[in-house]
């Protein structure tokens, strides 16, 4: 089964940071792309941060010079390092990779997110 995982919310009073992390896992060869994502309350999802397979990234603009988007392919892996958080960022922030299988297709996976709370 081919699946990713979030991992590393929590937490954070403002100013601070976090490394969110999403493993792939099952019969995948790679990931051909990746995003963030993230939906606070009474939000809509938004998009927060894409990653290629040649490593061109892109940024909302509410994000930009504060987050990073990172992969290592080797571990099919994708990362958001958060910095200079502020109390806007809270949310349920979600990965989403186009993974290509060993069956040779593509499959479009969600994960089931992870919590960021930036409070005093």
């Known amino acids: 089964q081919v699946q990713v995982v979030e991992s590393g919310g929590g937490l954070v009073q403002p100013g601070g940071s976090l490394r969110l992390s999403c493993a792939a896992s099952?019969?995948?060869?790679?990931?051909?792309?990746a995003g963030w994502y993230r939906r606070a309350p009474g939000k809509q999802r938004e998009l927060v941060a894409t990653?290629?397979?040649?490593?061109?990234?892109d940024y909302a603009d509410s994000v930009k010079g504060r987050f990073t988007i990172s992969r290592d392919n080797a571990k099919k892996a994708v990362y958001l390092q958060l910095n200079s958080l502020k109390p806007e960022d809270t949310a349920v922030y979600y990965c989403?990779?186009?993974?290509?299988?060993?069956?040779?297709?593509?499959?479009?996976?969600w994960g089931q997110g992870t919590q960021v709370t930036v409070s005093s």
């Open positions: 989403n990779a186009v993974v290509l299988t060993t069956a040779g297709y593509d499959n479009d996976l």
């Open positions: 099952g019969p995948i060869l790679s990931i051909r792309r």
């Open positions: 990653v290629t397979r040649g490593v061109i990234t």
